[in-house]
Nanobody
Framework: QALLVESGGGLVQPGGSLRLSCTVS????????MGWFRQPPGKAREFVAR????????DYADSVKGRFTISRDNTQNTLYLQMSSLKPEDAAVYFC?????????????WGQGTQVTVSS
């Protein structure tokens, strides 16, 4: 049974940084394209970033490109999202996902989410 657990969310001022982590168990982490999605208040969940199995290829939503960096540690079964230059519009619940497809649609496995609040 897949278990994805996000951590690292919190309150940050505009322009600040946060690093999210997602620890994965119950599936063969190395074989999954992993990704991050987010759901702003009152809006639909949206794609943020994905990373291929070997961490050699990444893909970002235009809204976060150049500010966010996705990475993974296959030895620790952990996915990361380094977020910098945060804006109020980045505030959302952030979810990690296993099995992200090439069209950026999510795979079958989700974490429970971690809240990111960007406010002064």
């Amino acid at each position: 049974q897949a278990l994805l657990v996000e951590s690292g969310g919190g309150l940050v001022q505009p322009g600040g940084s946060l690093r999210l982590s997602c620890t994965v168990s119950g599936i063969n982490f190395n074989t999954y394209i992993m990704g991050w999605f987010r759901q702003p208040p009152g809006k639909a969940r949206e794609f943020v970033a994905r990373i291929n199995r070997s961490a050699g290829v990444t893909d970002y939503a235009d809204s976060v490109k150049g500010r966010f960096t996705i990475s993974r540690d296959n030895t620790q079964n952990t996915l990361y999202l380094q977020m910098s230059s945060l804006k109020p519009e980045d505030a959302a619940v952030y979810f990690c996902n296993a099995g992200v497809r090439l069209d950026r649609s999510p795979g079958d496995f989700w974490g429970q989410g971690t809240q990111v609040t960007v406010s002064s």
